[in-house]
């Protein structure tokens, strides 16, 4: 099962090179492709080391893979995959175990390579990075696809996504120690592929997508709105709304202040630049650029720098096979 799997690295003469671009502040720079391309993913960094999980070979294909990137080693390893296949999943992590949560899996019956369509999922998988092995947990109270999901005080909070054919509101809570789900309250607005980050005790929810109130629309809205929940009151407050709508996109904290990178605007217009939100002034300002474009990736800080893997470069049909670092400013 642990196989490493060596990896494309630049050498020599161009390790030099890059090393001294890495060092000017807010560039990104090309990384070693990922051993297995795919969007839909969730990722999470631990002990060091960045953990890509499921994800999709294209809307009808689903994956369970997981693999693991060790910097010191400059190599991929691959791990016990996840029980069920799945793309379009969140994960948090809790200590030395990350949860999965949600996604699209296959419809029963069908056939392997079949173009049929997939169907949302209230699975919760959790994986021991240290026992390298699985635990199913208890359902949500009903399928997800794409919420906001985030960790405040050991308990796991999911918000919103698709449920069906139409995004939820509610908000559950989820208590590890007890394996239980409840009922919390609602937010705003219903979207999924939005992002969410934790810091100082509350969860910042970022953008997303919901469906157009004219069913003739099918490109549905893109949500600059940002939110931020506070889950000892219970409020789920608005701040300022980020400079350009965007969806399918990651929000990572680093010194304070939240980056928010890649992902879709509106007419599905991939997003380059990195738009930085600082809680204490409740103010945006854009500073860099990722190198390529991505929807639908994994992404986490590693040696205090961004990472990010896989994705989407075209929805659905042309996938990201780079991993990329990204010196914050």
């Not at 650029?289 to 990472?307: D, K, L, N, S, Y």
Request: charged share 20%; hydrophobic share 35%.
């Amino acid at each position: 099962m642990n196989k490493a799997v060596p990896v494309k690295c630049l050498l020599l003469t161009a390790l030099v090179f890059l090393a001294a671009v890495e060092k000017s502040r807010g560039a990104d720079t090309p990384g070693c492709d990922v051993p297995t391309a795919r969007g839909g993913c969730a990722g999470e960094v631990i002990d060091g080391k960045f953990y890509m999980i499921g994800g999709g070979l294209s809307a009808y294909t689903h994956l369970n893979v997981v693999e693991r990137y060790d910097p010191a080693r400059h190599t991929w390893q691959t791990l016990a995959p996840m029980p069920t296949r799945r793309s379009n999943v969140v994960s948090v992590k809790l200590g030395t175990v990350i949860y999965v949560v949600g996604g699209l899996v296959d419809p029963p019956g069908k056939i392997e390579g079949e173009k049929k369509g997939s169907l949302p999922t209230a699975t919760v998988e959790a994986y021991d990075t240290v026992q390298d092995r699985w635990t199913r947990k208890a359902d949500m109270p009903f399928p997800r696809v794409k919420p906001f999901v985030g960790v405040v005080d050991g308990k796991i909070y999911v918000l919103g996504g698709r449920r069906a054919d139409s995004n939820t509101t509610s908000i559950i809570e989820y208590d590890p120690s007890r394996d239980q789900w409840t009922e919390k309250g609602v937010i705003p607005i219903g979207v999924r592929h939005g992002a969410t980050c934790a810091m100082d005790g509350k969860l910042y929810l970022t953008g997303g997508w919901s469906p157009a109130d004219d069913p003739k629309n099918k490109k549905g809205r893109f949500h600059a709105e940002s939110f931020v929940y506070d889950p000892r009151t219970g409020v789920c407050s608005p701040v300022a709304a980020m400079p350009v709508p965007r969806a399918a996109h990651a929000i990572i904290p680093i010194n304070g202040q939240l980056h928010v990178m890649g992902g879709v605007t509106t007419g599905k217009a991939f997003v380059t630049a990195v738009d930085v939100y600082d809680p204490a002034s409740d103010r945006w300002t854009t500073t860099g650029q990722i190198a390529t474009p991505r929807a639908m990736f994994a992404g986490g800080v590693m040696e205090g720098r961004v990472h990010l893997a896989g994705g989407w470069t075209a929805l659905y049909k042309t996938l990201n096979t780079t991993f990329e670092k990204y010196t914050p400013r």
